[in-house]
């Protein structure tokens, strides 16, 4: 079946816009992440979906940054204003919750790069 | 807050030598432990899985193992390859399932 897609795989960018990256998670899986991988600062957590509960945005670095799941499925992370530290790969993850259901599963980011 | 440390940061070794990278976390009430590979300019790839429950998992050449009373997880590579060569990471699931990732370790196998 069909992992977890991204898009846009590449995105450059210039300083002061605005981005939207997109992720397709697995069919049937209801739980969805967000996390940042930054040259230095490893993988860091973004923000989590659960099916219909309100997401935790614990891992958001500032309020330019936003997600939002569309009916449970399809996420779009936006960035706006960009900054040259936005730079990043920004992977997405999604995991089939329920007992048992454990594992999240990553799709192949999308490399971000503000000039 | 979880933390996870990877220790060493990089490793070279020639091929056909047996690999052992450590992972540790300060807080043992973690659910999962999980072991992915990296390959440069390319997304995860999950390797090994041990559910909070077990001890230890394994698939062909690798071995995982974990200890949560000391916080600490190995991941043992067999017999290495060149093809071995990448950045393994090491993540702790918390209670709702999110990650906290090692800065993971970076392994070269000499041919």
């Known amino acids: 079946g069909a992992g977890v897609s991204q898009s846009p795989s590449n995105k450059v960018t210039e300083k002061g816009k605005d981005v939207e990256l997109r992720c397709d998670p697995i069919?049937?899986?209801?739980?969805l992440y967000w996390y940042r991988q930054s040259l230095g600062q490893g993988l860091e957590f973004l923000i989590y979906f659960q099916g219909n509960s309100a997401p935790d945005k614990s891992g958001l670095p500032s309020d330019r940054f936003s997600a939002e799941r569309t009916g449970g499925s399809v996420s779009t992370l936006t960035i706006q204003r960009t900054q040259q530290e936005d730079s990043a790969v920004y992977l997405c993850?999604?995991?089939?919750?329920?007992?048992?259901?454990?594992?999240?599963?990553f799709g192949p980011g999308t490399r971000l790069t503000v000039l | 807050k979880q933390e996870v440390t990877q220790i060493p940061a990089a490793l070279s070794v020639p091929e056909g030598e047996n690999l052992v990278l450590n992972c540790s976390f300060t807080?043992?009430?973690?659910?999962?432990l999980q072991w992915f590979r990296q390959d440069p300019g390319k997304g995860l790839t999950s390797l090994l899985l041990i559910q909070s429950s077990q001890r230890e998992q394994t698939s062909g050449r690798l071995n995982a193992s974990l200890d949560k009373s000391s916080g600490r997880s190995t991941l043992y590579i067999a017999a290495s390859q060149p093809g071995d060569s990448a950045t393994y990471l090491c993540?702790?699931?918390?209670?709702?399932?999110?990650?906290?990732f090692g800065a993971g370790t970076t392994v070269t196998v000499r041919a």
């Open positions: 069919s049937g899986h209801t739980a």
């Open positions: 993850a999604s995991r089939r919750t329920g007992t048992g259901h454990n594992e999240q599963f």
């Open positions: 993540a702790a699931y918390s209670s709702d399932y999110k990650l906290s």
């Open positions: 807080d043992s009430a973690i659910y999962n």
